[in-house]
């Protein structure tokens, strides 16, 4: 979320301001989730089936197309078109591990908020489990990456990442977005980890689902090299080092390409405001405090809800 919109990270992650309405698009897309992640952890349609309806949100908009039947028929053609796979679910049948959620230490550390030394993890001095900066003897923070993965699934001895994507927008270059990819790259560095085994990318299993019109079904393999960790690993302690930067001149800036690029952003209307105090009143009348937790699937990654 930084990625797209500091300011956007601002009122979400660190003040907790999220919307009162969820919108239609996540709760049909975590519905299903909830489906597809039973259907590879059990095998049983109707135990997938049930799931959907379990997991259906109370607060569905009742006007929009995306309906609870909807998504138990694209369950079902889902499971028609996939009713054998070629890959096995690692760790079936008795731990298998679908729906996976984790905390990983990144073997990285911020800049000393003290002094602004720069240094590697390696070049830290660790007391009692503690890494404090080698200049100034200042407690260090480690950057941890943490999420949740749909499957975790293994093809000739590799392991890849079985990774759900619901859109409307499925086109020629829908592929394209998942490299390069800050979760997927995630995914597969925290797979390997977990795992213990080489991780080859992950496996995009997208469904497209349209107001008119038959659904679609497609995946795509985006792999990743170690080269390609590393890069990520890098890029990632940069953005928390900007991250923390951020906090320190508690300053937010706007990157107003995000505003409107998939539709309004959920906090359009408090930025499209002028003053301070306009926009603190707004969020207290039409939005809510909520930690955002990563262990959960309560967000959107896009700003479309997709």
């Not at 975790?152 to 859109?167: A, N, P, W």
């Not at 998942?178 to 390997?192: I, S, T």
């Amino acid at each position: 979320m930084w990625q797209a919109c500091p300011a956007k990270y601002f009122l979400r992650i660190h003040e907790h301001w999220a919307t009162r309405r969820k919108s239609a698009a996540l709760g049909f897309g975590g519905a299903l989730h909830e489906g597809l992640a039973e259907w590879y952890r059990t095998g049983s349609q109707a135990k997938a089936v049930e799931a959907i309806v379990d997991a259906w949100p109370a607060a569905m908009p009742v006007d929009d197309w995306r309906t609870k039947e909807k998504a138990i028929t694209v369950m079902a053609q889902y499971m028609k078109q996939h009713p054998q796979e070629t890959f096995q679910i690692v760790g079936a049948p008795h731990a298998p591990m679908v729906e996976v959620t984790y905390t990983l230490d990144t073997g990285l550390c911020l800049d000393c908020d003290q002094c602004g030394w720069h240094f590697t993890r390696d070049q830290a001095v660790l007391v009692d489990e503690v890494l404090h900066c080698p200049v100034c003897g200042a407690i260090l923070e480690v950057i941890e990456y943490g999420g949740i993965f749909d499957t975790l699934v293994e093809f000739s001895g590799v392991v890849y990442v079985l990774e759900h994507k619901t859109t409307s927008r499925m086109g020629s270059y829908y592929f394209d977005q998942f490299k390069p990819n800050n979760q997927v790259a995630g995914y597969c560095w925290a797979a390997g980890k977990l795992s213990g085994k080489r991780v080859g990318g992950a496996i995009i299993n997208a469904i497209g689902i349209y107001r008119v019109g038959a659904t679609r079904f497609d995946r795509q393999i985006t792999t990743r090299s170690d080269s390609d960790i590393e890069r990520w690993l890098t890029n990632l302690r940069a953005t928390c080092q900007m991250i923390r930067d951020c906090e320190r001149r508690g300053y937010w800036p706007q990157f107003t390409q995000s505003c409107t690029m998939y539709g309004k952003c959920e906090y359009h209307d408090v930025h499209v405001l002028s003053t301070d105090i306009e926009q603190e009143k707004f969020l207290e009348q039409q939005y809510v405090r909520q930690e955002w937790s990563y262990e959960t699937r309560d967000e959107p990654l896009g700003e479309n809800g997709e």
